[in-house]
């Protein structure tokens, strides 16, 4: 199948050269025969997509307007609630689990017309580098079948890329949008905190947690990003900010803007990942913007603090998986305590376990204040040297990760090093400030590699007109 | 390294019922977990007010609504993925003896 844009599709519908419905069923055909390379997909939403496809057909044949999305093929990760559409969270747990309402965003990408072809593999409820973590098998990446499609949002970007999906929705705590769109060579985008509603999205780190887009377009990923974005009642830390009308802006134009390139993203590169970064900067400054180097002093104790964080709130966001409301129960218990234990001992596989203990660990009496607490005040430093770099420049750009998509199974035994790989992606979430990945190329084995660019809070306008300009100086 | 003693103790308070070789594994997955989260003492952050809050620059009153009354799941539809339920309510093993 060629792979569409939202233009082409609105271009396709309009001059009839198929209907919504024909695009909705190749693509779900295209997408269950990819699927067996890939296992980027954990559900398949036939009759969803062709019936709301009709819907889309319809109302183009009454000559009414069907949305900014009409016809467009969604895959939405695992982790987003689909009403009366399986959502696993990538988890034992939750094999059978059926929401019984949609999440904020899904709702929105629907009434914008857009059409939601399946659910996409993903971490154990978002937590990983590299999708193996998945109750139902690792995804594989489309550029590089042994290799891994990054975490967690992995069936994401790897349905995006295989061009089984247009669009894809991901979740994004320390990452895992960013890091799997560098990966597998696509566009992914973490918002400003609060700028997407989170309401249907399974907790994992609250202060940490967003909804974004995964597109092959910088433009796409624009329009995406404009129809789910604002307030939304049904999540109270939903920000009141107005959205803007993030397309209109691409307009090529970004003489004069100050790049930030931060020194401590560039310690401990592999070679060939910083050279096509700095050959992307390169690029952004023949387009006439003005690069210089920046410091991000704290960098270093990113990940240190993003973990006691992340896992404190994890351990008690996953509380709620007890065997009583929604999970499959461990069959053999006798007592409540029991049910409990096994329940979740039987569920939850070894990554969550991991992080639920070592969560419980640092909030535990005697350890709060040496590990939460310190932590939350690290926090405070990695986002004001985020603010202090903002008074000089416009934009912040660097690698996404410090190397390509590794082989399955080359980190699985070593948690830590697999933490630190999210050195880059976890600073941004920490201070809360849109980021994302725009791939900037692939090494000589052909792995893809991500530019990562990052903007002040709530201005995603900067940050898509800089990507837009480099994508377009560069296809 | 955090000893299994330590490890037991947190399990239960998270309740996880581990086996000993999770017990094992975790008690030396954690002590390298918290060997490198120890970088964190380098930092003097006696003057450092904690981010409890990621951006917070809205009025007091964003997260309250008008108290009204809204539609809400129906029982059947908050029971449907229930692993044992009865008359309408989530059913589990006795808590109290008689």
Redesign the interface.
Known sequence: MKPHTIDSIRQGLKEKQFSAEELARDTLAFAEAENSKTNAYLTFASERALAQARRVDEMLARGEEPGPLAGVPIAVKDVILTRGLRTTCGSRLLA???P??DATAVIRLEQAGGVIIGKTNCDEFAMGSSNENSAFGPVRNPAALDRVPGGSSGGSAAAVAQGTAVLALGSDTGGSIRQPASFCGVTGVTP???RVSRYGLTAFAS??DHIGPFSRTVRDAAVMLRTIAGRD?MD?TS??APVPDYAAALDGDVRGKKIGLPKEFFEGLASETGDLVMAAAEVLKKLGCEVREIRLP?T??A???Y??IATAEA?SNL?RY????????ASS??????????T??EG?G?EC??R???G???L?AGYYDA?Y?????????V?RDYAEAFEQVDAIVGPVSPFPAFRLGEKVND??AM?LSDIYTITGDLA?IPCMSVPCGKTREGLPVGLQILTR?FNETDMFRLADAYQRATS | M?RHEE?RR??E???????EE?IE??AR??S???A????????D?SN????????YD?PEN??L?EDMERPC?ENR??L?????AGSGY?K????IER
């Open positions: 059978n689990y059926i019984p309402y400003t905190y609060g202060s940490l009642e109270s920000a009141l704290h270093p104790y990940v240190a603090c973990y006691v351990s509380a007890d065997g009583v409301r929604y999970t499959a129960r218990a006798s007592t409540l305590a029991e049910m409990y234990r096994l979740r001992d939850f070894p376990k991991r639920i203990m070592l419980t660990y640092v535990s590990y607490l310190k932590a939350q005040k690290v926090r405070a430093l986002a948690p830590m933490y809360g809070h | 955090i490890v947190v399990a308070l998270a309740n996880l019922a581990l086996t999770e594994r975790m997955d954690l390298g977990i918290l490198h989260v120890d970088k964190l003492k380098e930092l952050t450092v007010e904690a981010m409890a809050q990621v951006l809205a964003l997260t609504r799941l539809e908050a449907a993925n229930a692993p044992l989530f589990v093993p006795k808590v």
